[in-house]
């Protein structure tokens, strides 16, 4: 069973709409990611967070923002949707030690 | 820096037949590998993940890997695959040194399964 929520499954909205994609564990993880997934299947990393208060740009640049207000919440806002921004977005978090990344089951965001 | 390759972006197999799934990586300390599969419209699921010791994991639906440290390659493989194999699969590795690290994903290989 999934340890890490992402709300809402799917999405479609219109152009310059705001919104904001939710993300949330239960595991009391510290590092939290985001990744963008294109249907030419290669995940990128757009943001992550080593802890409340901590939020750095992954390695492909995003016109989203998140925040880290609290260890489970890991929201990822898009202030202006825009057709380029439909894609899949998956939301990950992991412990300490030598675990693996737990994933959420995704968004897909559908920009019209 | 590190990085993942998977070489081939689709494998096809009959159903019953040995199944794998080609990864090599470069790290700059220890090696943790991990496989993930990912089914349509879904988030990536863990397989099996390489930490250290013997180098043959062995994982989830009945799945395993084999650590090669001189040629730097964690392959996944599967005796007998089936039908509901077919998916898409990732390798992943970081670096063990760094409890910080991030992981480096391979571009992922899609695996279809023919009855």
């Known amino acids: 069973e999934a340890d890490i929520y992402q709300i809402p499954r799917y999405l479609v909205i219109g152009t310059g709409k705001k919104i904001t994609l939710e993300c949330s564990q239960t595991?009391?993880?510290?590092?939290m990611y985001w990744y963008q997934q294109d249907p030419g299947m290669e995940l990128h990393l757009i943001h992550y967070s080593y802890g409340v208060n901590s939020t750095e740009k992954g390695d492909l640049s995003s016109e989203s923002t998140v925040s880290r207000i609290r260890t489970e919440h890991f929201p990822l806002t898009l202030e202006s949707a825009r057709p380029s921004h439909t894609s899949q977005y998956l939301c990950a978090s992991r412990g300490q030690g030598p675990y693996g990344y737990t994933f959420g089951s995704g968004t897909r965001l559908t920009v019209v | 820096a590190q990085s993942v390759a998977q070489p081939e972006d689709q494998v096809n197999v009959a159903e019953g037949n040995p199944l794998t799934v080609k990864c090599t990586y470069s790290v700059s300390g220890n090696p943790y590998l991990f496989w993930y599969v990912q089914y349509p419209n879904r988030g990536l699921q863990f397989l099996l993940k390489?930490?250290?010791?013997?180098?043959l994991v062995k994982g989830s639906y009945g799945f395993e890997a084999e650590f090669n440290k001189s040629q730097t390659s964690f392959h996944l493989k599967k005796p007998s695959a089936l039908v509901s194999d077919s998916a898409l699969y990732f390798c992943?590795?970081?670096?063990?040194?760094?409890?910080?690290?991030?992981?480096?994903f391979g571009a992922g290989t899609q695996v279809v399964v023919t009855p």
């Open positions: 390489y930490i250290t010791g013997d180098n």
């Open positions: 992943a590795v970081r670096d063990g040194g760094d409890s910080w690290g991030k992981f480096q």
């Open positions: 595991m009391g993880h510290d590092k």
